[in-house]
């Protein structure tokens, strides 16, 4: 009799682990049990198809698949701890070490305070998005940046690919390698790097909320095919190398009453917001694009050029800054070889109604120091300048 007892509770005990394992498969949620906060987590190459919790140091990683094709997946970041050491294949062959990586359209919630290291790996980036659009959202923060005696080139702190399969079809490429971000503090420190950027992307920038702050990157936010446009939120830079805000092959604009823009670097070629590139005037380039302020309050130290817009022949239209509004502040230190500009709008040979600055509104403050260069302006425009208001 007693053994008949002991049976019926082993098989008790076994029917209840079944229903708790029929459950959980019922409820959708696996718990994976291996910790990525040294290896990185790869979602790229092989995402779960059901939701998944990974352990992440003290904190969790949250994966949720999309639920259809009109819908994205989230990653929820809960006080998670990263390491940007997984090695990911996302073009191939070309690969990187990336801390988190995934491929589509996904959303990214930020939850309590997270954290992701980077080690001494070329080429490595923080999260990751191929072929698809990144947004980020929640009440949490993310701190990127290298533990100590670390040192790496070309760090992508965030990196949103398009699909470089169909580059030749534009229409298709601009649907990926977009980023956004809602709400949530994002933070880089990226001094233990070179040729680094914080936030890249092959085409559209979208700051609609948020804090960002960077320190020590060449570019903080780079558009490579795309427009940056800033509709809110608060955006600050510190000792970076090249550009604060920068569109290599497109537009920018900055609007909204609580949108602050702070950027301060005594770098020597420092330059606060391009749109467009000075390096490149072959007659096929297109990288050429406008400025556009309509409010926020921005104030840039620089050691260059405070605005930058390129005129090209190529883009109509082009390499033009116009300001309608808001509080801005620009002070160049030292200038360049040649020329140092608190604004510059440059196009050479330009039409009318290109190459030229034009305020309108706000207040605005242009100062140039001149300690190595050549020419020393506030404002110079290539294709004339007309001043209405303000």
Not at 27 to 34: E, L
Not at 126 to 132: A, E, T
Request: glycine share 12%; aromatic share 8%.
């Amino acid at each position: 009799m007693k053994g008949t007892k002991v049976y019926k509770r082993i098989t008790i005990l076994v029917t209840a682990l079944f229903l708790c394992s029929i459950f959980s498969l019922f409820v959708g949620v696996f718990a994976a049990g291996v910790d990525v906060s040294l290896t990185g987590l790869d979602l790229l190459s092989s995402p779960p198809a059901e939701e998944t919790v990974y352990t992440a140091g003290e904190g969790t990683v949250t994966y949720t698949p999309a639920a259809d094709e009109n819908s994205c997946a989230v990653i929820t970041l809960n006080n998670a701890q990263l390491t940007a050491n997984t090695r990911v294949t996302y073009w191939s062959p070309n690969w990187c070490h990336a801390a988190l990586a995934a491929k589509g359209d996904v959303e990214i919630v930020l939850v309590g305070e997270s954290e992701i290291n980077f080690l001494s790996l070329t080429g490595s980036a923080g999260l990751l998005v191929y072929d698809g659009n990144m947004t980020i959202k929640g009440s949490g923060s993310l701190s990127m940046g290298f533990q100590e005696n670390e040192f790496a080139n070309s760090i992508q702190a965030i990196d949103v690919m398009s699909d470089y399969d169909v580059f030749e079809n534009k229409e298709e490429y601009e649907k990926g390698g977009n980023f956004t971000i809602e709400s949530g503090a994002l933070n880089f420190d990226l001094t233990n790097s070179i040729s680094s950027v914080g936030i890249n992307a092959s085409n559209n920038i979208q700051i609609d909320g948020g804090n960002i702050t960077g320190i020590g990157q060449s570019k903080t936010i780079y558009s490579v095919y795309g427009d940056v446009v800033v509709s809110g939120g608060r955006i600050e830079a510190r000792q970076f190398g090249s550009t604060f805000l920068y569109a290599r092959r497109g537009s920018i604009q900055i609007s909204g009453e609580s949108t602050i823009l702070e950027a301060a670097s005594t770098k020597s070629y420092s330059t606060g917001i391009n749109a467009g590139s000075m390096d490149h005037l072959d007659t096929d380039s297109v990288e050429a694009g406008n400025i556009v302020i309509l409010g926020g309050k921005i104030k840039l130290q620089v050691s260059y050029i405070g605005l930058f817009a390129q005129y090209l022949p190529s883009v109509p239209n082009s390499g033009n800054i116009e300001i309608s509004g808001g509080e801005i502040v620009l002070e160049t230190l030292s200038g360049s070889e040649d020329i140092g500009a608190a604004i510059f709008a440059q196009g050479e040979d330009a039409p009318e109604n290109c190459a030229s600055v034009t305020v309108s509104g706000g207040n605005l403050t242009a100062q140039s120091g001149g300690e190595r260069g050549v020419a020393s302006v506030g404002i110079y425009a290539d294709g004339g300048i007309a001043i209405s208001g303000g």
